[in-house]
């Protein structure tokens, strides 16, 4: 299996896909400039106690206050504000945190009333991105997460992944990191650390525990609260750091600051393969170069098309996610009625399987699939399920059909789920119904060109539009394009772009600014 990583950056935000053999099977878009990723840490101030949650409401900056739970204060969460005091006494000399005292461990059964205060300061990471109508969700036991380790300030234990299976591994690993690791900070050792050498484990470290100092040294300098004293790394980045592996073949970007951001990160956590980070200069969309744009299209929406003409219906609620099995056109199979059903949802599983990955679906999703007679078609298609959610990263639970024929799944949520949508409004008629005659179309975008060229002045510009008309601009010996060079200069290109509507265009300067070049009459 093949895996490759494109990533598209635009000016408002950035698209990252993963493929696996040319098919998508996760994808991440955010706007540039979003804030409380998870893993960002703050200095902020309890808003409000809620005794009866035993929680309290943490103002970090967001519409909605962050909710922090008392028993995810931390165990050392006395520990972090004495050390805070201590770090805020003195705005010149930063107290070291090697000098730092371990205080008892934060009891179990205490109480929020207790420990916190109205006003009081605390430091704080986002755990949940705030998800429908609720907030960030916080803890107060901070954590910063590289390739191979995971530093937690303030820990006292070294931590091996389970999933390390070798018990000589395990030790070898247990006891190199108690030689290297700093004072007053615990480490949890990540399945990737295996087999690698103490030069490698130590240059991260070292890495992780100069953010923490950076962290630390942003409190004491900023009085303004709530701050943001540690930012998460960008977003191409931190899914590199999750998703990295040596099968990967390439990794492109159509973006130059994020190009070498992501070839330095490759670059200090593998050496070895910094050379399949490309950068992607081609004048189609990068999407659309990948074939992406046209799998976007077809896997997100209420209605998921998958093999044979059967489809998958998926419907999201507050509560959970609802997926709805359907054989649709699909022809009869030689096995009868009952094979035809277990094929059929042996294709869901797989579909549901990308699905979830994809639009980063979680909480509790329940399936109704098609109903089966035999008990092992059921244990065959339980199984089936088990297997196909093995790649999926985030943790998730999944119990065998129930009496009623329907399939519980339980997936870590984490971000809001991946919500794209599909549909298109007439970019012409803005859903009026009425468009001006499709023949005189390539009148109007001349029209357009002219004002670019003999009234704003721009000589240089790329004009994206559906396929279908770009072919139609294009084709022949003397071309619309080439007539419209003649008259306006070689500054006029043409770009083909599968994410817009049939009579829709778009117009980029050089730079790839977009130029809007709708007008009022337009509208009406």
């Known amino acids: 299996m093949t895996s490759e990583v494109v990533i598209d950056v635009k000016p408002k935000e950035i698209s990252i896909a993963l493929l696996e053999d040319k098919r998508l099977v996760e994808y991440q878009n955010e706007p540039r400039s979003a804030n409380f990723s ?44 004495k050390y805070l005091k201590q770090v805020q006494s003195d705005r010149k000399k930063l107290y ?128 303004s609260r709530p701050q943001l004293v540690y930012e ?94 359907n054989s649709g056109n699909r022809s009869k199979n030689e096995k009868g009625q009952e094979g035809t059903a277990l094929d059929t949802n042996l294709g869901a599983a797989d579909e549901l399987a990308r699905q979830l990955r994809l639009r980063d679906m979680g909480g509790i999703i329940v399936v109704d699939f098609i109903d089966m007679n035999l008990a092992e078609d059921r244990q065959m298609l339980y199984e089936r399920m088990c297997k196909a959610m093995q790649k999926d990263r985030a943790r998730h639970n999944i ?31 803005n859903g009026s119904g009425k468009i001006k005659s499709s023949i005189l ?13 003999n009234k704003i002045g721009v000589r240089k510009f790329y004009l994206h539009v559906h396929p279908y008309v770009a072919a139609y601009i294009n084709q022949g010996f003397i071309s619309l394009k080439r007539r419209w060079q003649k008259k306006y200069g070689l500054g006029v290109h043409i770009v083909p772009s599968q994410k817009l509507a049939f009579l829709q265009y778009e117009f980029y300067d050089s730079k790839g600014e977009f130029l809007d070049m709708k007008e009022e009459i337009e509208i009406k």
């Not at 030069?199 to 070292?206: G, N, Q, S, T």
């Open 399 to 429: 119990l065998p059909l129930s009496k009623f024929g329907l399939m519980q799944i339980t997936r870590q949520r984490v971000r809001p789920a991946m919500d794209v949508n599909v549909e298109e409004t007439c970019p012409t008629c």
């Open 441 to 453: 179309f390539t009148d109007q975008l001349e029209g357009k060109i002219d004002q670019l060229v």
């Open 232 to 325: 998460e790394t960008g977003r191409a980045v931190a899914l590199l750091r999750d998703l990295f592996n040596p099968s990967y073949e390439n990794i492109f970007v159509n973006d130059e600051d994020v190009f070498k951001e992501v070839k330095d990160y490759v670059g200090l956590i593998a050496p070895e393969k910094v050379r399949i980070v490309k950068p992607y200069t081609g004048k189609v969309p990068i999407f659309d170069n990948f074939s992406i744009t046209k799998q976007i299209k077809s896997s997100f929406g209420k209605t998921v098309n998958y093999a044979h003409g059967a489809y998958l219906i998926i419907e999201h609620t507050e509560a959970m996610h609802v997926v709805d099995v």
């Open 96 to 223: 070291p945190f090697a000098k730092a005292s371990r205080l008892p461990d934060l009891k179990k059964d205490g109480s929020v009333q207790t420990t916190l205060t109205v006003g009081q300061e605390v430091l704080v990471q986002v755990v949940k991105e705030p998800i429908s109508t609720k907030g960030p969700r916080l803890t107060g036991e901070l954590s910063f997460a590289g390739r191979f380790l995971v530093l937690m300030p303030f820990g006292d234990k070294v931590s091996v992944s389970t999933k390390i299976k070798s018990g000589e591994e395990r030790a070898r690993l247990k006891q190199l990191i108690h030689s290297i690791k700093p004072k007053n900070c615990g480490v949890i050792v990540r399945t990737v650390a295996e087999g690698k050498r103490v030069a490698e484990l130590d240059a991260e470290l070292k890495i992780l525990n100069k953010r923490w100092e950076d962290a630390i040294a942003k409190v004491q300098k900023t009085q």
């Open 38 to 81: 998870v893993g960002n840490i703050y200095i902020a101030k309890v808003k409000k106690l809620m005794p009866g949650l035993n929680a309290c409401f943490v103002d970090v900056g967001y519409e909605r206050d962050a909710f922090l739970h008392y028993l995810d204060l931390g165990s050392q969460f006395n520990s972090y504000a």
